[in-house]
Protein backbone atom coordinates (compact mmCIF):
# COMPACT_ATOMS: atom_id res chain seq x y z
CA UNK A 1 0.00 0.00 0.00
CA UNK A 2 2.05 2.76 -1.42
CA UNK A 3 -0.82 5.74 -0.66
CA UNK A 4 -1.36 5.15 3.02
CA UNK A 5 0.36 5.34 6.30
CA UNK A 6 0.90 2.52 8.30
CA UNK A 7 1.24 1.70 12.01
CA UNK A 8 -0.12 -0.33 14.91
CA UNK A 9 -1.69 2.00 17.81
CA UNK A 10 -1.80 0.09 20.89
CA UNK A 11 -2.75 -3.37 19.52
CA UNK A 12 -4.67 -2.25 16.65
CA UNK A 13 -2.97 -1.89 13.09
CA UNK A 14 -3.67 1.41 11.47
CA UNK A 15 -3.58 2.53 7.93
CA UNK A 16 -4.56 6.08 7.04
CA UNK A 17 -4.67 7.24 3.42
CA UNK A 18 -6.49 10.49 4.45
CA UNK A 19 -4.43 12.50 6.83
CA UNK A 20 -2.54 16.06 5.63
CA UNK A 21 1.28 16.22 6.09
CA UNK A 22 1.02 18.18 9.26
CA UNK A 23 -1.79 16.53 10.87
CA UNK A 24 -0.17 15.73 14.68
CA UNK A 25 -0.23 12.14 16.83
CA UNK A 26 -2.15 14.38 19.19
CA UNK A 27 -4.79 15.62 17.25
CA UNK A 28 -5.45 11.79 15.81
CA UNK A 29 -5.42 10.50 19.68
CA UNK A 30 -7.85 12.84 21.32
CA UNK A 31 -10.46 14.03 18.45
CA UNK A 32 -10.31 10.41 16.13
CA UNK A 33 -9.54 7.48 18.50
CA UNK A 34 -10.70 9.42 21.56
CA UNK A 35 -7.76 8.30 23.70
CA UNK A 36 -7.88 11.38 25.45
CA UNK A 37 -5.16 10.24 28.20
CA UNK A 38 -2.70 12.29 25.97
CA UNK A 39 -3.27 15.62 27.07
CA UNK A 40 -2.30 19.02 25.40
CA UNK A 41 -0.80 21.14 27.44
CA UNK A 42 1.49 23.58 25.70
CA UNK A 43 1.88 22.48 22.32
CA UNK A 44 5.24 22.59 21.73
CA UNK A 45 6.98 19.89 23.05
CA UNK A 46 7.54 21.28 26.34
CA UNK A 47 5.71 20.31 29.14
CA UNK A 48 5.15 16.46 28.80
CA UNK A 49 1.64 15.86 29.02
CA UNK A 50 1.10 14.50 25.67
CA UNK A 51 3.75 11.67 25.90
CA UNK A 52 3.37 8.71 24.46
CA UNK A 53 5.88 5.80 23.55
CA UNK A 54 7.06 5.30 19.34
CA UNK A 55 8.16 1.86 18.82
CA UNK A 56 10.62 1.49 15.81
CA UNK A 57 12.47 -1.65 14.49
CA UNK A 58 16.39 -0.63 14.32
CA UNK A 59 18.96 -3.40 13.39
CA UNK A 60 16.11 -6.13 13.65
CA UNK A 61 15.54 -4.92 16.94
CA UNK A 62 12.43 -3.12 18.45
CA UNK A 63 13.40 0.01 20.69
CA UNK A 64 10.26 2.19 22.06
CA UNK A 65 11.27 6.13 22.83
CA UNK A 66 9.19 8.89 24.77
CA UNK A 67 8.00 11.50 22.01
CA UNK A 68 5.60 14.78 22.50
CA UNK A 69 2.65 13.60 20.57
CA UNK A 70 1.42 17.45 19.98
CA UNK A 71 4.52 17.87 17.63
CA UNK A 72 4.64 14.41 16.36
CA UNK A 73 3.54 14.70 12.94
CA UNK A 74 1.28 11.50 11.78
CA UNK A 75 3.79 11.04 8.21
CA UNK A 76 6.42 9.79 11.00
CA UNK A 77 4.85 6.92 12.36
CA UNK A 78 4.91 4.75 9.36
CA UNK A 79 5.77 1.03 10.28
CA UNK A 80 6.24 1.82 14.29
CA UNK A 81 4.50 1.18 17.33
CA UNK A 82 2.35 3.69 19.18
CA UNK A 83 1.69 3.20 22.86
CA UNK A 84 -0.96 5.26 24.40
CA UNK A 85 -1.37 5.14 28.33
CA UNK A 86 -4.63 3.97 27.77
CA UNK A 87 -2.68 0.23 26.97
CA UNK A 88 -0.80 0.17 30.00
CA UNK A 89 -3.26 -1.89 32.56
CA UNK A 90 -3.42 -5.26 32.91
CA UNK A 91 -6.23 -7.80 31.28
CA UNK A 92 -8.50 -7.88 34.37
CA UNK A 93 -7.69 -3.42 34.62
CA UNK A 94 -5.40 -3.74 37.46
CA UNK A 95 -2.80 -0.87 37.21
CA UNK A 96 0.76 -1.23 35.86
CA UNK A 97 3.13 -1.04 38.92
CA UNK A 98 4.39 2.48 37.48
CA UNK A 99 1.11 3.20 37.35
CA UNK A 100 0.71 1.75 40.95
CA UNK A 101 3.74 3.29 42.75
CA UNK A 102 2.52 6.79 41.56
CA UNK A 103 -0.73 6.04 43.61
CA UNK A 104 0.90 4.70 46.48
CA UNK A 105 3.57 7.57 46.77
CA UNK A 106 1.16 10.02 46.16
CA UNK A 107 2.68 11.57 42.61
CA UNK A 108 -0.41 12.77 41.36
CA UNK A 109 -2.61 15.84 42.38
CA UNK A 110 -4.61 17.84 40.02
CA UNK A 111 -3.49 14.98 37.67
CA UNK A 112 -3.33 16.43 34.21
CA UNK A 113 0.02 16.18 33.68
CA UNK A 114 0.07 13.01 35.31
CA UNK A 115 -0.91 10.53 31.95
CA UNK A 116 2.47 12.21 30.45
CA UNK A 117 4.97 11.37 33.46
CA UNK A 118 3.45 7.63 33.23
CA UNK A 119 4.65 7.25 30.01
CA UNK A 120 7.79 8.70 30.78
CA UNK A 121 8.60 6.78 33.41
CA UNK A 122 7.23 3.96 31.66
CA UNK A 123 9.66 4.54 29.11
CA UNK A 124 12.76 4.37 31.66
CA UNK A 125 10.89 0.89 33.25
CA UNK A 126 11.29 -0.74 30.10
CA UNK A 127 14.89 -0.05 29.58
CA UNK A 128 16.44 0.46 33.44
CA UNK A 129 16.16 -1.89 35.53
CA UNK A 130 17.70 -0.20 38.53
CA UNK A 131 17.76 3.76 37.55
CA UNK A 132 19.78 5.79 39.54
CA UNK A 133 18.19 9.65 40.72
CA UNK A 134 19.87 10.91 37.99
CA UNK A 135 18.88 8.61 35.55
CA UNK A 136 15.24 9.21 36.79
CA UNK A 137 15.41 13.11 36.46
CA UNK A 138 16.92 12.94 33.01
CA UNK A 139 14.04 10.86 32.38
CA UNK A 140 11.76 13.80 33.29
CA UNK A 141 13.59 16.84 32.50
CA UNK A 142 10.46 17.27 29.63
CA UNK A 143 7.62 16.17 31.76
CA UNK A 144 6.42 19.92 33.99
CA UNK A 145 4.30 19.79 36.79
CA UNK A 146 2.84 22.35 39.14
CA UNK A 147 1.13 20.33 42.25
CA UNK A 148 3.48 17.90 43.37
CA UNK A 149 7.48 19.14 43.90
CA UNK A 150 8.49 16.22 41.58
CA UNK A 151 10.12 14.74 45.01
CA UNK A 152 6.63 11.77 45.12
CA UNK A 153 7.16 10.98 41.10
CA UNK A 154 10.71 10.52 41.90
CA UNK A 155 10.17 8.09 44.78
CA UNK A 156 7.39 6.26 42.93
CA UNK A 157 10.23 5.62 40.08
CA UNK A 158 12.58 4.55 42.82
CA UNK A 159 9.70 2.17 44.53
CA UNK A 160 9.11 0.69 41.13
CA UNK A 161 12.56 -0.11 40.65
CA UNK A 162 12.72 -2.32 43.52
CA UNK A 163 10.06 -4.90 42.37
CA UNK A 164 9.42 -5.62 38.99
CA UNK A 165 6.69 -8.38 38.14
CA UNK A 166 6.97 -11.44 35.50
CA UNK A 167 7.36 -9.67 31.72
CA UNK A 168 3.96 -11.54 31.11
CA UNK A 169 2.50 -9.27 33.10
CA UNK A 170 3.62 -5.98 30.81
CA UNK A 171 1.67 -5.22 27.70
CA UNK A 172 4.78 -4.47 25.32
CA UNK A 173 7.30 -7.37 26.73
CA UNK A 174 4.09 -9.60 26.35
CA UNK A 175 3.67 -8.96 22.57
CA UNK A 176 7.53 -7.87 21.90
CA UNK A 177 8.12 -11.06 18.95
CA UNK A 178 4.37 -10.71 17.84
CA UNK A 179 4.77 -6.61 17.43
CA UNK A 180 8.05 -7.15 15.50
CA UNK A 181 6.35 -9.55 13.17
CA UNK A 182 4.18 -7.10 12.32
CA UNK A 183 6.17 -3.90 11.86
CA UNK A 184 8.25 -5.80 9.47
CA UNK A 185 5.30 -6.98 7.66
CA UNK A 186 4.13 -2.61 7.29
CA UNK A 187 7.62 -2.04 5.74
CA UNK A 188 7.93 -1.01 1.96
CA UNK A 189 10.64 -1.04 -0.80
CA UNK A 190 8.02 2.03 -2.68
CA UNK A 191 8.16 5.75 -1.94
CA UNK A 192 4.97 6.64 -0.43
CA UNK A 193 3.07 9.70 -1.54
CA UNK A 194 -0.45 11.24 0.06
CA UNK A 195 -2.38 13.61 -1.23
CA UNK A 196 -5.00 15.32 0.97
CA UNK A 197 -7.20 18.63 -0.63
CA UNK A 198 -4.00 20.50 -2.31
CA UNK A 199 -1.62 19.24 0.46
CA UNK A 200 0.77 16.33 0.03
CA UNK A 201 3.32 14.38 2.36
CA UNK A 202 5.91 12.21 0.90
CA UNK A 203 8.00 9.20 2.37
CA UNK A 204 10.75 8.25 0.30
CA UNK A 205 11.69 4.45 0.47
CA UNK A 206 15.68 5.20 0.05
CA UNK A 207 17.92 8.25 0.43
CA UNK A 208 18.61 8.03 -3.45
CA UNK A 209 14.39 7.99 -3.45
CA UNK A 210 14.61 11.36 -1.62
CA UNK A 211 17.31 12.73 -3.30
CA UNK A 212 14.87 11.89 -6.63
CA UNK A 213 11.84 13.59 -4.50
CA UNK A 214 13.74 16.73 -4.04
CA UNK A 215 15.01 17.36 -7.70
CA UNK A 216 11.50 16.95 -8.68
CA UNK A 217 10.36 19.06 -5.54
CA UNK A 218 13.04 21.68 -4.07
CA UNK A 219 11.14 23.60 -2.22
CA UNK A 220 9.24 20.83 -0.26
CA UNK A 221 9.94 20.70 3.86
CA UNK A 222 12.19 17.71 5.01
CA UNK A 223 11.07 16.71 8.20
CA UNK A 224 13.04 14.16 10.56
CA UNK A 225 12.30 14.76 14.08
CA UNK A 226 9.97 17.71 13.95
CA UNK A 227 10.80 19.44 17.13
CA UNK A 228 11.23 22.79 15.36
CA UNK A 229 8.76 22.61 12.68
CA UNK A 230 6.08 21.16 14.56
CA UNK A 231 5.53 24.91 16.16
CA UNK A 232 5.63 26.29 12.59
CA UNK A 233 2.77 24.70 12.63
CA UNK A 234 1.21 24.43 16.03
CA UNK A 235 2.14 28.01 17.30
CA UNK A 236 2.70 29.78 13.58
CA UNK A 237 -0.03 28.25 11.82
CA UNK A 238 1.88 27.73 8.81
CA UNK A 239 0.84 25.83 6.10
CA UNK A 240 3.15 22.97 4.72
CA UNK A 241 3.41 21.34 1.50
CA UNK A 242 4.70 19.09 0.28
CA UNK A 243 6.16 17.57 3.48
CA UNK A 244 8.82 14.96 3.00
CA UNK A 245 9.43 12.41 5.68
CA UNK A 246 12.88 10.93 6.54
CA UNK A 247 13.22 9.69 10.09
CA UNK A 248 12.54 5.80 8.80
CA UNK A 249 15.24 5.69 6.44
CA UNK A 250 17.90 3.68 8.28
CA UNK A 251 20.81 4.44 5.73
CA UNK A 252 21.02 8.54 7.49
CA UNK A 253 20.69 7.04 11.08
CA UNK A 254 24.21 5.29 11.00
CA UNK A 255 27.26 6.34 13.63
CA UNK A 256 30.68 5.57 12.58
CA UNK A 257 33.23 5.83 14.99
CA UNK A 258 37.12 5.86 13.88
CA UNK A 259 40.24 7.01 15.34
CA UNK A 260 39.47 10.46 13.75
CA UNK A 261 36.22 11.08 15.14
CA UNK A 262 32.58 10.51 14.72
CA UNK A 263 30.45 10.41 11.39
CA UNK A 264 26.80 11.12 12.32
CA UNK A 265 23.66 10.72 9.92
CA UNK A 266 21.34 13.53 9.01
CA UNK A 267 18.69 11.33 10.50
CA UNK A 268 20.64 10.17 14.19
CA UNK A 269 18.35 11.66 17.09
CA UNK A 270 20.84 13.29 19.88
CA UNK A 271 19.48 10.23 21.96
CA UNK A 272 20.97 8.01 18.93
CA UNK A 273 24.27 10.33 19.37
CA UNK A 274 25.16 10.52 22.52
CA UNK A 275 26.60 7.56 23.56
CA UNK A 276 29.36 8.13 20.87
CA UNK A 277 29.85 11.42 21.08
CA UNK A 278 29.89 11.44 25.13
CA UNK A 279 32.85 9.20 25.70
CA UNK A 280 35.06 10.91 23.10
CA UNK A 281 33.84 14.40 23.95
CA UNK A 282 32.01 14.60 27.36
CA UNK A 283 31.83 17.97 27.34
CA UNK A 284 29.13 18.05 24.10
CA UNK A 285 27.81 15.06 25.84
CA UNK A 286 26.81 17.12 28.38
CA UNK A 287 25.48 19.42 26.58
CA UNK A 288 23.27 17.52 24.62
CA UNK A 289 21.71 16.25 28.23
CA UNK A 290 20.49 20.13 28.19
CA UNK A 291 18.70 19.88 25.22
CA UNK A 292 15.03 20.02 25.45
CA UNK A 293 13.75 17.13 27.59
CA UNK A 294 14.31 13.33 26.94
CA UNK A 295 11.11 13.65 24.47
CA UNK A 296 12.98 16.58 22.52
CA UNK A 297 16.21 14.22 22.39
CA UNK A 298 14.44 11.31 21.28
CA UNK A 299 12.99 13.14 18.20
CA UNK A 300 15.47 15.79 17.72
CA UNK A 301 18.40 15.24 14.74
CA UNK A 302 21.77 16.91 15.18
CA UNK A 303 20.72 16.79 10.92
CA UNK A 304 18.01 19.04 11.08
CA UNK A 305 19.10 21.19 13.58
CA UNK A 306 22.06 22.36 11.34
CA UNK A 307 19.86 22.16 8.40
CA UNK A 308 17.31 24.44 10.15
CA UNK A 309 20.33 27.02 10.28
CA UNK A 310 18.70 28.52 13.95
CA UNK A 311 20.87 31.35 15.13
CA UNK A 312 20.17 29.61 18.39
CA UNK A 313 20.58 26.05 17.64
CA UNK A 314 22.56 24.34 20.46
CA UNK A 315 24.33 21.81 18.19
CA UNK A 316 25.97 24.19 15.06
CA UNK A 317 28.57 26.26 17.73
CA UNK A 318 30.40 23.26 19.37
CA UNK A 319 30.80 21.26 16.06
CA UNK A 320 31.74 24.64 14.14
CA UNK A 321 34.32 24.96 17.43
CA UNK A 322 35.08 21.73 16.71
CA UNK A 323 36.09 21.62 12.95
CA UNK A 324 32.84 19.57 11.64
CA UNK A 325 32.41 19.09 8.19
CA UNK A 326 29.59 18.34 6.80
CA UNK A 327 28.39 15.97 3.45
CA UNK A 328 25.62 17.05 1.46
CA UNK A 329 23.98 14.82 -1.21
CA UNK A 330 21.52 15.14 -4.28
CA UNK A 331 21.12 13.61 -7.84
CA UNK A 332 24.20 15.42 -8.82
CA UNK A 333 26.28 13.07 -6.01
CA UNK A 334 28.20 14.46 -2.45
CA UNK A 335 29.65 17.56 -1.69
CA UNK A 336 31.14 18.24 1.21
CA UNK A 337 32.11 21.58 3.04
CA UNK A 338 33.54 22.99 6.65
CA UNK A 339 30.29 23.47 8.39
CA UNK A 340 30.95 26.89 9.60
CA UNK A 341 30.74 27.85 5.51
CA UNK A 342 27.37 26.39 5.42
CA UNK A 343 25.61 28.91 7.75
CA UNK A 344 25.29 32.30 4.78
CA UNK A 345 22.95 34.83 6.50
CA UNK A 346 19.81 34.62 8.53
CA UNK A 347 17.56 31.87 7.22
CA UNK A 348 20.11 31.23 4.66
CA UNK A 349 21.93 27.87 3.99
CA UNK A 350 24.87 27.16 1.28
CA UNK A 351 22.75 24.17 -0.31
CA UNK A 352 21.50 23.67 -3.61
CA UNK A 353 18.56 22.91 -4.80
CA UNK A 354 17.76 19.15 -4.40
CA UNK A 355 20.33 19.14 -1.98
CA UNK A 356 20.20 17.40 1.49
CA UNK A 357 22.03 16.78 4.86
CA UNK A 358 23.75 13.42 4.23
CA UNK A 359 25.82 13.49 7.34
CA UNK A 360 28.28 15.32 9.90
CA UNK A 361 31.56 14.74 10.96
CA UNK A 362 33.23 15.77 13.90
CA UNK A 363 36.69 15.28 14.57
CA UNK A 364 38.04 14.16 17.67
CA UNK A 365 39.55 17.17 19.81
CA UNK A 366 43.81 16.05 20.29
CA UNK A 367 44.39 14.90 23.69
CA UNK A 368 46.53 17.69 24.29
CA UNK A 369 43.62 20.02 23.32
CA UNK A 370 41.00 21.66 25.83
CA UNK A 371 37.16 21.70 24.86
CA UNK A 372 34.20 23.09 26.71
CA UNK A 373 30.74 24.20 25.78
CA UNK A 374 28.61 26.42 27.49
CA UNK A 375 24.51 27.00 27.42
CA UNK A 376 23.17 30.04 29.00
CA UNK A 377 19.50 29.79 29.75
CA UNK A 378 17.01 31.19 32.00
CA UNK A 379 16.80 27.55 33.78
CA UNK A 380 19.03 24.76 33.38
CA UNK A 381 17.24 22.21 32.10
CA UNK A 382 14.63 21.92 28.98
CA UNK A 383 15.05 26.02 27.95
CA UNK A 384 16.25 27.39 24.89
CA UNK A 385 19.36 29.01 24.48
CA UNK A 386 20.18 32.77 25.43
CA UNK A 387 23.81 32.56 24.68
CA UNK A 388 25.83 29.35 23.83
CA UNK A 389 29.87 29.59 23.53
CA UNK A 390 32.08 26.78 22.32
CA UNK A 391 35.69 27.04 22.87
CA UNK A 392 38.64 24.46 21.45
CA UNK A 393 41.94 25.49 22.80
CA UNK A 394 45.85 24.39 21.92
CA UNK A 395 48.60 25.27 23.32
CA UNK A 396 52.48 24.21 22.79
CA UNK A 397 54.88 23.59 25.76
CA UNK A 398 55.60 27.06 26.50
CA UNK A 399 51.85 27.66 27.15
CA UNK A 400 51.50 29.97 24.33
CA UNK A 401 48.27 29.35 22.00
CA UNK A 402 48.83 27.53 19.27
CA UNK A 403 45.50 27.49 17.63
CA UNK A 404 42.12 28.33 19.06
CA UNK A 405 38.82 27.97 17.92
CA UNK A 406 36.11 29.94 19.32
CA UNK A 407 31.79 29.65 18.03
CA UNK A 408 28.75 31.68 19.72
CA UNK A 409 25.07 31.23 19.00
CA UNK A 410 22.51 33.89 19.79
CA UNK A 411 25.18 36.09 19.11
CA UNK A 412 24.37 36.90 15.14
CA UNK A 413 22.54 35.76 12.31
CA UNK A 414 23.54 32.66 12.39
CA UNK A 415 25.92 30.32 14.46
CA UNK A 416 29.25 32.13 13.56
CA UNK A 417 32.97 31.68 14.43
CA UNK A 418 35.20 34.87 16.42
CA UNK A 419 38.22 35.10 14.05
CA UNK A 420 38.86 38.61 15.62
CA UNK A 421 39.39 37.30 18.74
CA UNK A 422 41.09 34.34 17.21
CA UNK A 423 43.71 36.39 15.94
CA UNK A 424 43.82 38.27 19.51
CA UNK A 425 44.79 35.19 20.99
CA UNK A 426 47.01 33.00 18.82
CA UNK A 427 50.69 32.87 19.43
CA UNK A 428 50.24 34.77 22.62
CA UNK A 429 50.58 33.00 25.85
CA UNK A 430 48.05 31.88 27.82
CA UNK A 431 47.18 34.07 30.61
CA UNK A 432 45.01 36.26 32.11
CA UNK A 433 46.22 39.53 30.41
CA UNK A 434 45.98 37.71 27.28
CA UNK A 435 42.36 37.11 27.82
CA UNK A 436 41.34 40.63 29.33
CA UNK A 437 43.20 42.12 26.42
CA UNK A 438 41.19 40.10 24.31
CA UNK A 439 37.95 40.96 25.14
CA UNK A 440 37.55 43.82 23.23
CA UNK A 441 37.88 41.71 19.85
CA UNK A 442 34.29 40.02 20.69
CA UNK A 443 32.51 43.80 19.28
CA UNK A 444 34.44 43.64 16.08
CA UNK A 445 32.91 39.82 15.47
CA UNK A 446 29.74 39.68 17.38
CA UNK A 447 26.89 42.63 17.49
CA UNK A 448 24.03 41.22 18.76
CA UNK A 449 20.43 41.79 19.30
CA UNK A 450 18.12 42.50 21.89
CA UNK A 451 14.98 40.38 22.25
CA UNK A 452 13.05 38.42 25.04
CA UNK A 453 15.19 36.41 26.04
CA UNK A 454 18.19 38.93 26.48
CA UNK A 455 19.45 41.96 25.50
CA UNK A 456 22.56 43.07 23.33
CA UNK A 457 23.95 44.14 26.38
CA UNK A 458 23.76 40.99 28.28
CA UNK A 459 25.03 38.38 25.47
CA UNK A 460 27.69 40.51 24.75
CA UNK A 461 29.41 40.74 28.43
CA UNK A 462 28.13 37.25 28.44
CA UNK A 463 30.32 36.19 25.52
CA UNK A 464 33.15 37.86 26.85
CA UNK A 465 32.90 36.37 30.54
CA UNK A 466 32.44 33.03 28.91
CA UNK A 467 36.02 33.40 27.74
CA UNK A 468 37.50 34.41 30.97
CA UNK A 469 35.31 31.55 32.69
CA UNK A 470 36.87 28.83 29.75
CA UNK A 471 40.08 30.21 30.96
CA UNK A 472 39.81 30.08 34.64
CA UNK A 473 38.78 26.65 33.78
CA UNK A 474 41.58 25.32 31.74
CA UNK A 475 43.95 26.60 34.54
CA UNK A 476 42.13 25.05 37.33
CA UNK A 477 39.95 27.08 38.90
CA UNK A 478 36.40 25.74 39.92
CA UNK A 479 34.76 27.59 37.68
CA UNK A 480 32.21 25.07 35.91
CA UNK A 481 29.05 24.53 38.51
CA UNK A 482 28.37 21.43 39.55
CA UNK A 483 24.89 19.49 40.22
CA UNK A 484 24.97 17.62 43.67
CA UNK A 485 25.57 14.11 42.06
CA UNK A 486 28.63 14.80 39.96
CA UNK A 487 30.13 16.30 43.69
CA UNK A 488 29.74 13.62 45.68
Avoid at 271 to 277: P, Q, Y
Avoid at 385 to 413: K, N, P, Q, S, Y
Avoid at 414 to 427: M, N
Avoid at 457 to 472: G, I, S
Wanted: aromatic share 6%; hydrophobic share 40%; glycine share 8%.
Amino acid sequence: MNDSIRFILNGEDIALADVGPTETLLDFLRLKRRLTGTKEGCAEGDCGACTVLVGRLADGKLAYESVNACIRFLGSLHATHVVTVEHLAGRDGALHPVQQALVDCHGSQCGFCTPGFVMSLYGLWLTTEKPSRQQIEKALQGNLCRCTGYEPIVKAAEQVSLTRPSALFDPLERTRSEIVARLWAMQTSSTIRIAKDEDRLIIPASPQALAEVLSQEPDATVVAGSTDVGLWVTKQMKRLSPVVFINHLSELQSVTESEDGVTIGAGVSYTGAFAAISKKIPALGRLIDRIGGEQVRNMGTIGGNIANGSPIGDSPPPLIALGATLTLRSLEGQRRMPLQDFFIAYGRQDRKPGEFIESVFVPYPKTTSRFAAYKITKRRDEDITAVLGAFLLTLDEAEMVTDIRIAFGGMAATPKHAPTVEAALIGKPWTEATIDAARPAFDADYQPLTDWRATAEYRQLTAKNLLTRFYLETVGAPAELKRFEEVA
